[in-house]
């Protein structure tokens, strides 16, 4: 690549960036469009759609809502959408410190003294658009050079920033956690634990061993308890039901709205309204009366899973029943954390050990598929970045690509705008992967998809390029992999006040994944660095740059002994501080009677249909997450 | 390796075995040796020296002790040595039972198939002994010869065996862990647990911050503890007078014995006898004046650790504060499971921080070079099986080594025995290196210079000899990786009964290392057989057999989660009921009292030299594992 393609690239991305940037102006302020721009705003009644008013104001751009969306505080982020939110803005803030600190280092220390070498050619600072952007690699110091001593430096003082901004986050998003978790109200998942490998003996059911088991063995802290069950079958009936129920409010809603007159009595042309509507009521009737009988004690009983969740009567009592094996069977009563009751993934459940196990393997198998396949791509990218090739393979396009537009456009902006179309097919694929795993929680699901994602980066993006480039996208990496983290951070908090609902609050459990993946990076910029020194025959600094990752994986290390334990459990001393807070909390009683039924599948709450349902107010209401 | 090398080396150590059988059956009879053969009978008084009257019977060798040795019931050695002897003694049971499967199908269907094979030459069963062992092994089979399938069932049919034995063993031994501490009675480490990083601010002292953590947290179940202190100063002082007073002993006794007058008188020439004792006596009044003052609590006070034994009025109130983790600060108030008193050991904690990572370090680095170096004696070896090559290297030789029975000598016996010389060397060793790595019980200690000598054995055993020998060594690996938990048991029982005392009891804690060992061995077993099969041009052998590892780790796995977990903790069902059943039991309090002082350190116990020490009794006891 040669320096005017990239400058191309540049200039393509900031007009777009600048176009997107007018068109979200001027779109965010027309009346109608505030559903789409504040979605839950308008759910939560905070805000509603204006009168058609014609204003010309709304439509010149201006950049006042960036300040805006910049304005709200932790503590206000914190109120609103839970620790999560939070947690990822520090994400979003880390990975911008990490990048400026590399990017101050790359361009204003490191592209000096590579520009300055002479190990490619002689320096024409007359004609700098057409040299290869190899002269400011690292390619150009000459070999054994004592600049190679700033490319150094420059490893071990990043490491040791960006060691310290991890150190400084992992430590202050701890706190958080436990500051968090301190100063919530009684929450259904601080008190229950999920059950699982219940031995039910013949005769009798789950819920009764249950029942005996835990009265023996925690007499004192046991509250109640919900038996899981198999509820596909109910699950269908009632997609089915609701289906039934939107098309019947359709047809009804029909005679009444002037604006469908005109469209019904063409339809009317084929079939007469009314009967539609009797013979859809009647469906409906006999899918709910199924229903009923599906959610009867009877067939229940049926379709119990060996699992359940256990309440307690205070947090350190579930914790003590969480922690200790209970049974002496170890595949027996095993207990873990319950996730928060909108967190379940209630399907899950209905699977046969055996499904979830074939499932296991075959999402292993098709992710490690996709990923290989995806190596196509990454070829044609590398192919267009290469023109000679290019030619070569394709003869005919000779004429086209000597047209310097074209060719820059075409090594500059093209390659990284197909991959990144291919990319973002990756990411709702990742996640179906994750769906079919098995988890039982909605946020280890996009936990797992998170990290396949991240594996994937690394491997296709670094690994595939590196191997097949030149020594230039070599140290393109060389200053890159700390930027994965910012491939976590995509948003600005303006959208996670307006838009997003958050589904579940993991308490920042996202974090863990960034600490590994940038330790992971710095790692991998180390070997860099060391193969570098190799190659560019200097060994003293391939000897000496050995200590930095076993330093790095010495902190790495401390950080999982000092930091990760929280992330994984609550210690005893907050859990009992809070069970012993709430002892004299009259309300806690009643929280406790309403606990057990936080934990009810929700395909076994007797439903409505004539009844609004809310979800279908806030069609385009986004979840975070 | 010629067959009749092979036969002198059978011969050589079976002619070894029947001398040493000889000597043992003889001299165990004599009556001044009960000491040597059965010291620990003599410690407890169940045998004393018989008087001197001959018997000619003495001297002739009788094979009875042999029968009598597989006498005692799995009960009896429980009973007397504890569970660690019984699993011991399974250890070595299923060693025999793997060796017996592997031996049979390798004697009676491997070795005809492949000597019945043409690969390397035509047949001539007239001068067998001087064929070469290649001529039995798998690479006389024909290349793609049909035949190779039976080697592949014979893969097949021992990874099956071996991993339905594992299976039934580690239940066995998971079930009698369980019943054994069901039956014992209360032991002082089932109501103690370790807690280390305890943070004593400013002016007050470790045992007032471990009074106050557990009075606030564990109200109801915490009974008292013991602060750690450092005692290499007091260890020394002690060393220093018991060495003065064997020496007084000694000089004291001199007079009343006859036996020593003779010599008395000689000594006498150069120094009064009573000159001696008076200034001896003074010194060791000094040093326990000494001793005394730094076991006084003002002392004791300067060098307090920051780790205390923490003892509980039950055990699942142990357990509790064991599982769950204590502290919002992850690396204060952690917590481990006491070792049983008699198995801790105590300089450890006379160690800084410091002083115990880098010796950390220091044991892995040294482990690695020893590994390393131990190449060299593994080269002889290789050297002294190849004639040739020891030819060309020592030109004077070849007259010797052309003797058909030095050759023989040479080739068959000693590699074994230069190797097995070298590899007495490196136990002790390893040993050391263990006791510098910082565990705070004798039998971590030995467990880890158990599973260094495992790693080192593996390593050099079989990956150098394999990487640097022909196929024929190859395919001795083919069928010896099934004998590594046989290194593991190298004695029959009735020397654990008569000869050791038992320092500690794991609760079969050891069983775990031969389990992980014998899996490796199969997957080690499982890579060669694929490798063969694709050398002998098999490819669909090769391709079925992999599997077979797939499988393997997933019966590994299986077992993991199924058995495991009792090897690390009891759970809370076992706990509990054992706490039940002593809730009647009167002397519990009385138990509980006690308990506390079990976890002194032994050098801050009050010492009297002039009290016999029972050690001095019976210096010959040797003590198991």
Redesign the interface.
Known sequence: MIVSALLTSVGINLALCILFFTLYSVLRKQPGNIEVYAPRLVAEGKARRRGGEFNIEDLLPSPGWVQRAWQPSEDDLLASCGLDAVVFMRIFIFSLRVFTVAGIIGVFVLVPVNYLGDQLSDIDFADIPSKSLDLFSISNVKDGSNRLWVHFSAAYLISAVVCYLLYAEFKYISLKR?AYYSASSPQPHHFTILVRGIPAHDGSSVGDAVENFFTE?HPSTYLSHVVVRRTRKLRDLMTDAENLYKRLAHLKSRPHTSEHSRRSGFIGMFRQNGDLVRQYSKKLEDLETNLRIEQSDASLRRVEVPAAFVCFRSR?GA???L?????????QWVTEQAPEPRDIYWPFFSASFMQRWVSKLVVYVASFILTIIFLLPVAIVQALTNLDQLETMFPPLVGILEITVVSQVITGYLPSLILHLFLSFVPPIMKLFSTMQGFIALSEIEKSACNKMLWFTIWNIFFANVLAGSISSRLEIFYDPKTIPSKLAVLVPAQLLNVYMPKYETGGKFWPIVHNSTIFSLILMQAIAFGIFSLKKLPVASSLILPLPVLTLLFNDYCR??????FH????????KKDREDQNDPSLNEFLDGVVNTYRDPALMPRNHSQDRQEWNSPLLSHAY
């Open positions: 436990l063995y350190y914790a003590a029943a922690h200790i094996q209970q049974s002496v069977n170890p595949t002994k000092r930091f990760l334990p929280v459990a609550y210690p005893a001393e907050t859990l009992i």
